[in-house]
C-alpha cells in the first residue's frame, strides 16, 4: 500500500519537526549545567582559598577528588540510564526530575562556610562530591535527550544550535550572578583605602569584609538553586520525549560490553580525544583566570566585568559559529574556532598591564570560548549517527556515547584544576592575602597562556584525523532518512494487516 507508506513517511516528517518553543524550552533545561558550572569552574578555586581559606594542598585535593569522583559517576549513570524503562514521562526525563531537588540543596551547601576548622576540608569533599553526583544524574540524560527529541539531523542541529546558545548565557548568568554579588565584597583593600588608616584598622576592615563575603557566596548561590530550578521545570513543561518504537530497542548490554562498544568505535576515539586536549585548554584558563587577573594583571576591582565581557562576547558569537560550521563544515569551524584564541593567549601575558587592552582582549577570546562550547556538542551526535549506519542492529545505547565523552572532559577538568592549586601551593601561595609572591604570578601565566596553546595544537592535530567529514555526513543523513522510511513502511503494513484481520 504504497500511498498510506507515503502518508506515514509524511506524518513522521512532520512529527520530526521542532516548533521554536520545544527547541527553546530544550535549551533551557541546559542552562542549570551552565551557571553552576561557570560559577564553580570561575570561582570554587579563589572561594576555598580566599574565604573557606584552606591550605592550597586541600583545596588541590578537594577539586581534584570532586571532579574525579564526578567524571567516574557519568559512565555510571549512562549505563543505568541506557537501562532505563521507558515512563510515562520518558525515558530521560525522570533522572532529571528527581535529580534536581538534591542537586540545588548539595548545590547550596557547596557555598557555605562551617563554623568549625577540624572537618572543614571533608565538609566540601563530601558535599561537593554529591553536588556532581547529582548533576551528572541530571546532565547526561539531558545531554542524551538530544536524540530523542526528533530523528531528523538538521532538526537536532537547529536544537543544539539554541541549546549552545542558552548554555553560554547561562554561563554569563553564571559569572554575573556570581560576580557582581560576590565582587563587591573583597576582604583586601584598594589603593584609596589604605590611605591615612593604619595597619590595625586595615586588618579590623578586612575580617569585617570576610563575613560579608561569606555572605554574598550564600546569597549567590541561593539565586542560582532557584534559577536551576525554574529550568527544569520548563525543560519537563515543554519538551516531549519521544518513545522509541519496539523494534529499535536491541537486548540490554551488560557495562562491560557498552564499554567496549564505545571505546571500540574510531571516529568516537578520535573525536573524544581531540576535544579532551582542547577543552583542557580553556577549562585551564576558565580556573585560573580568577586568579590570574587578580595577582598577575592587578585587576582585582575589574575581575568580575572582565569574567563577565568574555562570556557576553561566547553568547554573541554563538550564531556566527552556527552559520559558519553550516557554511564551510564543521571540521573547519574547529580549526578556525580554537586557534583565534592562541594569538589573544599569547598577547594577555606578553605586553604590559593595561585595563582596556584586558577588556579588548576579553572580547576576542570570548569568540573562541563560544566555539569551544558549541562544536564538541554539534559534532557527538554525527557519531551517534554513523555508529547507527554502521550497526543498524544495536540501538538504545546513546547515552552511553555522551557520558563517556563527558566522562573524559570532566576527568581532564579535575587534573587541571588539582595540578594549577598545587602549582599555587608550590608557587608559594599565601591563603587570604592580598598580594601574592612573584612566583605565583609567573604561575598563573603559564597555566594561563603557554600550556593552553600547547594543549590546543595537540588537539587540533588529533582532529585532523577524525573521519566524519560533510560528505560522510550528509551521506549518512541519507541512510539514516531512508532506514526511517523503511520503517514507516513496515509500521504502516503491519497496522494494514492488523485491521484488514
Not at 46 to 61: E, H, N, R, T, W
Not at 104 to 111: A, D, K, Q, S
Not at 170 to 182: F, M, N
Request: proline share 4%; with cysteine; aromatic share 14%.
Amino acid at each position: 500500500m504504497p500511498g498510506t507508506g507515503y502518508a506515514v513517511r509524511l506524518s513522521k516528517g512532520h512529527e520530526n519537526r521542532l516548533s521554536v518553543w520545544s527547541k527553546l524550552c530544550f535549551a533551557i533545561g541546559g542552562a542549570p549545567y551552565q551557571i553552576t558550572g561557570s560559577a564553580l569552574g570561575f570561582f570554587l578555586q579563589i572561594y576555598l582559598l580566599d574565604v573557606a581559606q584552606l591550605d592550597p594542598f586541600y583545596a588541590s585535593v578537594i577539586l581534584f577528588v570532586g571532579r574525579a569522583w564526578d567524571a567516574i559517576t557519568d559512565p555510571t549513570v549512562g549505563f543505568l540510564v541506557s537501562r532505563s524503562r521507558w515512563t510515562g514521562i520518558g525515558r530521560m526525563m525522570p533522572w532529571i526530575l528527581f535529580s534536581t531537588p538534591f542537586a540545588v540543596l548539595t548545590y547550596f551547601l557547596i557555598w557555605y562556610v562551617p563554623p568549625f576548622e577540624q572537618g572543614k576540608v571533608i565538609w566540601y569533599l563530601i558535599f561537593y562530591c554529591l553536588f556532581q553526583s547529582m548533576q551528572t544524574c541530571f546532565h547526561v540524560p539531558y545531554s542524551a535527550l538530544t536524540m530523542f527529541i526528533s530523528n531528523d539531523q538538521k532538526e537536532r542541529d537547529s536544537a543544539t544550535a539554541y541549546r549552545m546558545m542558552v548554555e553560554v548565557l547561562g554561563t554569563v548568568l553564571g559569572t554575573a550572578i556570581q560576580g557582581q554579588i560576590v565582587g563587591g565584597s573583597s576582604g583586601c583593600p584598594t589603593e584609596s583605602d589604605v590611605i591615612n588608616i593604619n595597619s590595625t584598622s586595615i586588618n579590623n576592615m578586612s575580617v569585617v569584609t570576610l563575613d560579608e563575603t561569606k555572605q554574598a557566596y550564600m546569597i549567590a548561590s541561593g539565586v542560582i538553586c532557584i534559577i536551576y530550578v525554574v529550568c527544569a521545570a520548563v525543560l519537563f513543561v515543554g519538551v516531549k520525549e519521544k518513545k522509541e518504537s519496539m523494534k529499535k530497542r536491541s537486548q540490554l548490554l551488560t557495562f562491560r560490553q557498552g564499554l567496549w562498544l564505545v571505546m571500540s568505535y574510531g571516529p568516537y576515539i578520535k573525536l573524544v580525544i581531540g576535544f579532551l586536549f582542547t577543552s583542557l585548554a580553556f577549562m585551564l584558563l576558565e580556573g585560573n583566570f580568577a586568579l590570574f587577573i587578580n595577582y598577575a594583571l592587578g585587576h582585582r576591582s575589574h575581575f568580575q566585568n572582565i569574567l563577565l565581557v568574555i562570556m557576553l562576547s561566547g553568547a554573541l558569537s554563538i550564531p556566527l559559529w552556527q552559520w559558519f560550521l553550516t557554511k564551510f563544515g564543521k571540521k573547519t569551524a574547529v580549526y578556525f574556532g580554537m586557534t583565534w584564541a592562541i594569538p589573544f593567549m599569547i598577547l594577555i601575558i606578553s605586553i604590559k598591564s593595561n585595563l582596556i587592552i584586558s577588556y579588548l582582549i576579553s572580547v576576542a577570546a570570548g569568540v573562541s570560548v563560544a566555539a569551544a562550547f558549541l562544536l564538541p556538542w554539534s559534532m557527538l551526535p554525527d557519531v551517534v549517527d554513523d555508529f547507527r549506519v554502521r550497526n543498524p542492529d544495536i540501538h538504545g545505547h546513546e547515552a552511553l556515547f555522551y557520558s563517556f565523552y563527558v566522562f573524559f572532559i570532566k576527568f581532564a577538568s579535575g587534573i587541571s584544576l588539582g595540578v594549577s592549586t598545587l602549582s599555587m601551593k608550590f608557587a608559594g601561595y599565601v591563603t587570604g592575602a592580598c598580594s601574592q609572591p612573584e612566583a605565583v604570578a609567573l604561575t598563573l601565566k603559564v597555566l594561563v597562556s603557554p600550556v593552553p596553546v600547547c594543549l590546543i595544537v595537540v588537539g587540533l592535530l588529533i582532529l585532523r584525523t577524525y573521519p566524519i567529514d560533510e560528505e560522510r555526513r550528509q551521506g549518512n543523513r541519507k541512510l539514516l532518512q531512508e532506514m526511517l522510511d523503511s520503517e514507516a513502511d513496515s509500521e504502516s503494513e503491519t497496522s494494514a494487516l492488523g485491521s484488514n484481520a
